[in-house]
T-cell receptor, first 112, second 112 residues
Framework: DQQVKQNSPSLSVQEGRISILNCDYT??????FLWYKKYPAEGPTFLIS?????DKNEDGRFTVFLNKSAKHLSLHIVPSQPGDSAVYFC???????????FGKGTLLTVNP | GAGVSQSPSNKVTEKGKDVELRCDPI?????LYWYRQSLGQGLEFLIY????????KSGLPSDRFSAERTGGSVSTLTIQRTQQEDSAVYLC??????????FGSGTRLTVV
């Protein structure tokens, strides 16, 4: 049973445009959500997070939106750059359990 | 050290052999996690160590898998009698307390 779902295995966008990566979750106990970025042959690196008490968090070109009623979050990258090309993982945790549950990832390709 | 160090970076083993994977977390990080990523899959939780508490082993896929964390620092993940389905990238992460994972680069295990 996949509790965190990233339904798009891949996404291709043009440099300078907006990239929108989506994530859905099923566990209502999740209250903290994160996005990780992974380049080939490297470990995932933390990108941005959001607590369930907020519906938006922004850090430079990256913004995460949370819709709790829909159990949906999204990562917006504006403007997209070729160096953003990587696999993006959505992750969630809940309560006092710090174990992260990850989605399968979305491969973002930003074309010059 | 500056980051989470994993060794070896690559391991090829014959089916039925035992393997040991090592993780050196960031000094002072009390939490340590093992995840694995099989081809086309997300990051699958394996085991979580937090300080001196009993580890959360709920993600270990079978009794062939075990892990230790000595002295609250270095961790070893052991897979006995390896099978081809064990082939994956095994990722270790550490954090100061639950939040803010830093991942290592992983060990790519191939069972032939």
């Amino acid at each position: 049973d996949q509790q965190v779902k990233q339904n798009s295995p891949s996404l291709s966008v043009q440099e300078g445009r907006i990239s929108i990566l989506n994530c859905d979750y099923t566990n209502s106990m999740f209250d903290y959500f994160l996005w990780y970025k992974k380049y080939p042959a490297e470990g995932p690196t933390f990108l941005i997070s959001i607590s369930s008490i907020k519906d938006k968090n922004e850090d430079g070109r990256f913004t995460v939106f949370l819709n709790k009623s829909a159990k949906h979050l999204s990562l917006h990258i504006v403007p997209s750059q070729p160096g953003d090309s990587a696999v993006y993982f959505c992750a969630a945790s809940g309560g006092s359990n710090y174990k992260l549950t990850f989605g399968k990832g979305t491969l973002l390709t930003v074309n010059p | 050290g500056a980051g989470v160090s994993q060794s070896p970076s690559n391991k090829v083993t014959e089916k039925g052999k035992d393997v040991e994977l090592r993780c050196d977390p960031i000094s002072g990080h009390t939490a340590l996690y093992w995840y694995r990523q099989s081809l086309g899959q997300g990051l699958e939780f394996l085991i979580y160590f937090q300080g001196n508490s009993a580890p959360d082993k709920s993600g270990l896929p079978s009794d062939r898998f075990s892990a230790e964390r000595t002295g609250g620092s270095v961790s070893t993940l052991t897979i006995q009698r390896t099978q081809q389905e064990d082939s994956a990238v095994y990722l270790c992460a550490s954090s100061p307390y639950g939040d803010g994972y830093t991942f290592g680069s992983g060990t790519r295990l191939t069972v032939v």
